[in-house]
T-cell receptor
Framework: DSGVTQTPKHLITATGQRVTLRCSPR?????VYWYQQSLDQGLQFLIQ???????AKGNILERFSAQQFPDLHSELNLSSLELGDSALYFC????????????FGNGTRLTVT | AQKITQTQPGMFVQEKEAVTLDCTYD???????LFWYKQPSSGEMIFLIY??????QNATEGRYSLNFQKARKSANLVISASQLGDSAMYFC??????????????FGKGTRLHILP
């Protein structure tokens, strides 16, 4: 158990809809990262937060947004969903140290129909 | 530009043999970290091993070792005495930008390893 909790595990929704994915980081970790993994693809970095502040942005679409709250949990909002948004979305947390690995949640599998 | 390159999309290895998964990276940072993760078919991401750019010795964790060649910018994962349970996708990752505002961790596209009985 990595200590990172992601909800929900599975999400099925229709095109055009909006969903929110939730992540609770490991106790003590201030950094939260979001990644997207499409079928048989690598992990695409979306966005990173550190102690509530956005720190780095990757290939995140304008239809997607995220935030980290004072209690350090984070939410990823996906709107105007398209079929191509179907993917496994991972949240990971870490301390801010080069030797610290990312600890991943089990992911949210999003299916857009 | 690709920062992490894993040139082997797929590999087939006989059980009990050693296997080397290749990873090359590109960074201008002096301080960075390299990681390997395993993703079995169940989907979770499992941290395997870490190598720091200033570490002089290659990292080892049980059957996993990291062959770090800094001048060549390579960080290959070696799995000794492979087991059927090692069949999975393996990702190489790099953490750079530490000390800056943006602390990015970039993943390669992965290598799918199949262990044959």
């Amino acid at each position: 158990d990595s200590g990172v909790t992601q909800t929900p595990k599975h999400l099925i929704t229709a095109t055009g809809q909006r969903v929110t994915l939730r992540c609770s980081p490991r106790s003590g970790d201030l950094s939260v990262y979001w990644y997207q993994q499409s079928l048989d693809q690598g992990l695409q970095f979306l966005i990173q937060y550190y102690n509530g502040e956005e720190r780095a942005k990757g290939n995140i679409l304008e239809r997607f947004s995220a935030q980290q709250f004072p209690d350090l949990h984070s939410e990823l909002n996906l709107s105007s969903l398209e079929l191509g948004d179907s993917a496994l979305y991972f949240c990971a947390s870490s301390v801010r140290d080069r030797g610290s690995p990312l600890h991943f949640g089990n992911g949210t599998r999003l299916t857009v129909t | 530009a690709q920062k992490i390159t894993q040139t082997q999309p797929g590999m087939f290895v006989q059980e009990k043999e050693a296997v080397t998964l290749d990873c090359t990276y590109d960074t201008s940072d002096q301080s960075y970290g390299l990681f390997w993760y395993k993703q079995p078919s169940s989907g979770e991401m499992i941290f395997l091993i870490y190598q720091g750019s200033y570490d002089e010795q290659n990292a080892t964790e049980g059957r996993y070792s990291l062959n770090f060649q800094k001048a060549r910018k390579s960080a290959n994962l070696v799995i000794s005495a492979s087991q059927l349970g090692d069949s999975a996708m393996y990702f190489c990752a790099m953490r750079e930008g530490l000390g800056n505002r943006d602390d990015k961790i970039i993943f390669g596209k992965g290598t799918r390893l199949h262990i044959l009985p």
